[in-house]
């Protein structure tokens, strides 16, 4: 018995101890890297969401803007499926729109906001919005997080800082 080779019980806890430190300070960074990731998507298809628009406009709407993002996929494909279907990289999106009268032009806004705001799970720390005027708004707050932009909110936010 006294020669029996292996790792002692101490050995093996300090080995088990090491790769929790580890694992405790990757796995943060991991998360964040994920939200980040999730916020660039969510940019990212909000310029899709205006050029859709502005190309609906001009080719389908004779001037007036879709009012639901699925109007938008569908049967002429301005979106991706994925988008049309109102989430895509753990953000939700909303699109609105209001046609036009004599006196004013028409207009639309889009808006994405993360599935989840708090906790571990958060998908996003950020809505953003975008308008019109093709202007990427962004919103931090975190009581307004899971709140939808509408068309005079999106117009009125501040634009994001890139």
Same mark, same amino acid.
């Given at each position: 018995m006294k020669n029996q080779? #292996?790792?002692?019980?101490?050995?093996?806890?300090?080995?088990?101890?090491?790769?929790?430190?580890?694992?405790?300070?990757?796995?943060?960074n991991l998360l964040a890297a994920r939200r980040s990731a999730n916020?660039?998507?969510?940019?990212?298809?909000?310029r899709t969401i205006h050029g859709a628009q502005m190309t609906y406009a001009s080719t389908y709407g004779s001037g007036s803007y879709a009012a639901a993002i699925g109007t938008?996929? #569908? =049967?002429?494909?301005?979106v991706d499926s994925v988008l049309a279907g109102g989430t895509k990289s753990g953000y939700n999106f909303a699109v609105g729109a209001t046609a036009a009268t004599t006196t004013v032009p028409a207009v639309f806004f889009g808006s994405a906001n993360p599935t989840?705001? =708090?906790?571990?799970t958060a998908t996003g720390a950020r809505r953003f919005a975008v308008?019109?005027?093709?202007?990427?708004?962004?919103?931090? =707050?975190a009581g307004s997080l899971t709140?939808?932009?509408?068309?005079a909110t999106a117009e009125a936010a501040s634009p994001m800082g890139n």
């Open positions: 080779k #292996g790792f002692s019980l101490i050995e093996l806890l300090i080995v088990v101890v090491i790769i929790g430190i580890i694992a405790a300070i990757a796995i943060p916020e660039g998507s969510a940019v990212s298809s909000l938008l996929g #569908g =049967t002429i494909n301005l989840t705001a =708090t906790g571990v308008a019109t005027d093709g202007v990427l708004k962004a919103d931090a =707050t709140t939808v932009y509408t068309q």
